[in-house]
Nanobody
Framework: QVQLVESGGGLVQAGGSLRLSCAAS????????MGWFRQAPGKEREFVAA????????YHADSVKGRFTISRDNAKNTMYLQMTSLNPEDTAVYYC?????????????????WGQGTQVTVSS
């Protein structure tokens, strides 16, 4: 079993920044992808960014490219999402997830383990 715990969400004004963290514990995998997704009220869960198990490859959705950066610290078993230039459209619950045996996926169906989510609210 894998436990994922997100933190770092909150209320921020448009143009501001936040850094989300996702601490992982439990089982370890040889190959896996870690990702961030978000879900706003009344909308489907949306891919934000992903990073492979080595940390050498990262992927960002077009909607966040140039503003958000995914990274990881393997020594701390923690993944991060640095978010800058936030706007009200970024308001959502942000989830971290792990997909076992995969190098990359932008589909939430490919991920096996999920955190409980952290709320990000951007005011205009």
């Amino acid at each position: 079993q894998v436990q994922l715990v997100e933190s770092g969400g909150g209320l921020v004004q448009a143009g501001g920044s936040l850094r989300l963290s996702c601490a992982a514990s439990g089982r370890t995998f040889r190959r896996y992808v870690m990702g961030w997704f978000r879900q706003a009220p009344g909308k489907e869960r949306e891919f934000v960014a992903a990073i492979n198990w080595t940390g050498g490859s990262t992927y960002h959705a077009d909607s966040v490219k140039g503003r958000f950066t995914i990274s990881r610290d393997n020594a701390k078993n923690t993944m991060y999402l640095q978010m800058t230039s936030l706007n009200p459209e970024d308001t959502a619950v942000y989830y971290c997830a792990v997909g076992e045996g995969k190098a990359y996926s932008g589909s939430y169906r490919a991920y096996d383990y999920w955190g409980q989510g952290t709320q990000v609210t951007v005011s205009s």
